[in-house]
């Protein structure tokens, strides 16, 4: 049900007069518009922007702005970073007025339009008043999918939207903040890298990276900032000598030379375990050749780049031959520099570095140039395939699998007559039989990768060729569900299996009216749910599964059907185990925090309590860190870090039990921090260290530990401390004792 009701007549849109601020921003809406389409409905513009404004003009943002910025920045978004059209651009105006107001997707349609009403619809979040919000939210998600079946804008607006979300994410409480950063990072930014908005992935990924740990982010935007001017120096020293041979033969290009975002920095200091100071891949330089140039030509300037300095083999990448899956085209390099460092540099066209940068909307933009795109095909293909045959039912579990295929690397296999198709990376032949048509993988006998026989459920490589051998009969396995990777392997089985159970428990229902009706059994269907309980199972499609597949006797239903009428009831186990609704763990938690007087207090939800809490122990929180709380089922609260990967899974399961928690000012705690120490290995180090700790600093430890090898040493250093400055205080102390090359915190 709309949240806002609004009552506009559609005929006086062309004529209502604005007022003097919001003339100018349509003037200047417009004029973004004419700048980059080739053609703009000035009208429609106009009509769209008028309906925005008055449907959301008494609604106020988190921010405190007027709500129909909002949705004008949107628009905004969509003409200068999607590059779409002016059919978007309404679009996006008025995104949110069947949502959040009272008009309706028939008013919409009568006066923008099919396309602008069906490009609003796919963007329209599920509504139920019985529906669970993750259920709802996974709807809400396969519902655009299927809209940007039909047409790609829909997930472009939606992108946009979005975007503007989360560069204003601030002005939300910590605890939302946290929620819509999640669902960012797993499902957006990874679906914007699927259709190659790198720009917008990057971004996406670095303001949800911000929500969720900002102290790492402040880190390493200060460490980059820090080295700015060296970078850019290092850059131009190092690109001269190509420059100038470029020049001398007559190309014409640019070079950039930036940073790789905070986020991608992030991600290899956690998987690498190093610090920031030994992550050698900070910037990438780049190499953009302007036209007539081609492909060609991207592999001259190649050839220039390794006569002069020395590549490292493994470390190349062919795009231009093997494009990605999104359309991704480039030459990717990494070099030794005069000095020894390690350069990488990415080679491509300028339409290269547009498709790079915005990919699906560079797409369609270059479609609408020529008529049509066989990339655009190509996605719309992949979106139609992963919604194959989807469940309604099932929208939660489908998004799941999605987002998993999402993340994954990407592997290149070819069939038997040298076709290419891409698969992510774990794929099986089972995958690649799926991937080629879904009756080839539900016939699937054997495989042969390579012209040698292998099992099904071998994990393939890149460059693989690979041939399916099939029967004339369906051989699906459900046991195959455990050993593919791709949606559509995993739809299609997870389809059979479920079939599999509908007919073992239909089986297993006809054995048992069968038997009932012999022996003249009459019980009711809630009476029979009491007997399957009393027989140990969960419900009675469960027992009627089992009986199904032969596993359970009727027999033994019908003696406990006849138990139950003799004595008319059977007994109640006498242990069971309570579902404890979310309103009584509130009432608990409300309980403890009036109860626990002697505890010190803790900000919860901004208002400070005597609750009982805890602190976490897969992350050890430590003041300062920014933390989040979980409410238990005995009504206490357990501290998180936001970066804690336990917050993930249990925003996934049971957000609704999150709250917003604040450090209190006076504290008397100490708390457990890690410490990660690499140096020169000399007589006295340890004891070095020791002595600073606990005499310089009078800090107390808990344990070191420490191993040697070939004259270095690594060691972990185990403290208490008071809180996130008095670790940095330490770490600071730690990097002045001689010997020492590295000192970090320990995760």
């Not at 910037?283 to 140039?293: E, K, N, Q, S």
């Not at 929208?395 to 290149?412: G, H, K, P, T």
């Amino acid at each position: 049900m709309a949240d806002h009701i609004v009552t506009i007549d559609f005929s006086e849109l062309r004529s209502y007069e604005l007022e003097p601020k919001q003339r100018q921003e349509l003037d200047d809406l417009l004029a973004q518009c004419h700048a980059n389409f080739d053609e703009t409905d000035d009208d429609l513009i106009h009509r769209a922007f008028v309906l925005s404004y008055l449907s959301h003009r008494d609604t106020i943002r988190a921010s405190g702005e007027p709500y129909y910025l909002h949705p004008l920045e949107v628009a905004h978004i969509v003409i200068r970073e999607m590059s779409l059209d002016d059919v978007s651009v309404a679009a996006a105006l008025l995104h949110d007025t069947v949502e959040d107001t009272s008009i309706s997707l028939a008013e919409i349609k009568t006066e923008f339009g099919t396309v602008v009403a069906h490009l609003i619809d796919g963007m329209t979040k599920i509504s139920g008043v019985l529906k669970s919000r993750e259920s709802k939210q996974a709807e809400t998600f396969m519902k655009l999918l299927m809209s940007m079946a039909e047409d790609l804008r829909v997930v472009l607006i939606k992108f946009s939207d979005r975007l503007h979300n989360m560069r204003t994410l601030k002005h939300l409480p910590k605890a939302k903040q946290i929620k819509i950063a999640t669902e960012t990072a797993e499902l957006y930014a990874p679906l914007a890298h699927r259709f190659g908005l790198f720009r917008l992935k990057s971004e996406l990924e670095d303001l949800s990276f911000r929500a969720i740990d900002s102290q790492g982010y402040r880190f390493i935007s200060r460490k980059l900032r820090e080295k700015k001017d060296a970078r850019e120096k290092f850059i131009e020293e190092f690109m001269q000598p190509i420059r100038d041979q470029l020049y001398k033969v007559g190309f014409n290009f640019e070079i950039k030379g930036r940073p790789k975002s905070i986020y991608s920095i992030y991600r290899k200091m956690v998987t690498q375990q190093k610090p920031f100071e030994d992550i050698y891949d900070l910037f990438a330089i780049r190499i953009i050749l302007d036209p007539p140039h081609t492909r060609e030509d991207c592999w001259r300037v190649y050839s220039y780049i390794t006569d002069t300095y020395t590549p490292i083999p493994e470390r190349f990448r062919d795009f231009l031959s093997v494009p990605k899956a999104n359309g991704y085209q480039s030459l990717h390099t990494t070099v030794f520099s005069r000095n020894g460092a390690k350069v990488e540099i990415q080679i491509r066209t300028r339409q290269m570095d547009e498709i790079a940068e915005k990919g699906l909307a560079a797409h369609w933009k270059y479609k609408e140039g020529s008529g049509g795109s066989s990339s655009i095909d190509r996605f719309v293909h992949w979106v139609r395939d992963v919604l194959d045959n989807p469940r309604p039912d099932a929208a939660s579990e489908f998004v799941q699998d999605f987002a998993l295929n999402l993340f994954s690397d990407e592997i290149y296999i070819f069939t038997p007559k040298g076709q290419l198709l891409t698969l992510p990376k774990g794929a099986t032949p089972i995958d690649f039989a799926f991937e080629v048509h879904s009756e080839v993988g539900e016939r699937a006998l054997a495989a042969k990768v390579n012209g040698k026989m292998v099992p099904l459920r071998q994990k393939l490589q890149s460059g693989d060729q690979v041939e399916i051998i099939t029967g004339k009969n369906s051989n699906l396995n459900p046991d195959w569900i455990n050993d593919v990777v791709t949606h559509k392997a995993k739809s299609r089985i997870r389809q059979f299996i479920n079939m599999k159970e509908r007919k073992a428990i239909e089986d297993g229902r006809e054995i048992w009216v069968k038997k009932a009706g012999k022996q003249n059994l009459e019980i009711s269907d809630q009476d029979l749910v009491k007997v399957a309980n009393k027989l140990k199972y969960p419900s009675i499609n469960k027992l009627y599964y089992d009986m199904g597949l032969g596993a359970f006797d009727v027999n033994t239903l019908a003696r406990g059907v006849k138990d139950f009428l003799s004595r008319g009831r059977i007994e109640e186990e006498k242990v069971r185990l309570e579902r404890i609704t979310d309103e009584e763990i509130q009432d608990q938690y409300y309980d403890n925090a009036r109860t626990a007087g002697s505890m010190r207090g803790l900000l919860v939800n901004g208002e400070l309590t005597d609750v009982k809490y805890s602190y976490s122990k897969c992350c050890n929180p430590i003041p300062g860190d920014d933390v989040i709380g979980f409410l238990s089922r005995n009504g206490d609260v357990k501290i998180h870090r936001t970066n804690c990967n336990n917050v993930t899974y249990l925003l996934k399961n049971d957000s609704e039990r999150m709250v917003e928690i604040g450090w209190p000012k006076a504290r008397t705690d100490q708390f457990i921090g890690a410490v990660r120490i690499i140096g020169e290995d000399r007589v006295g180090l340890v004891n070095d260290i020791t002595t600073l700790i606990s005499q310089s600093m009078k800090t107390n430890m808990k344990g070191i530990n420490v191993n040697s090898e070939e004259g270095m040493f690594e060691g972990t250093l185990i403290i208490y401390v008071e809180d996130i400055a008095h670790l940095e205080r330490v770490i600071k102390r730690i990097l002045k004792v001689p010997g020492v090359k590295q000192a970090y915190r320990f995760e």
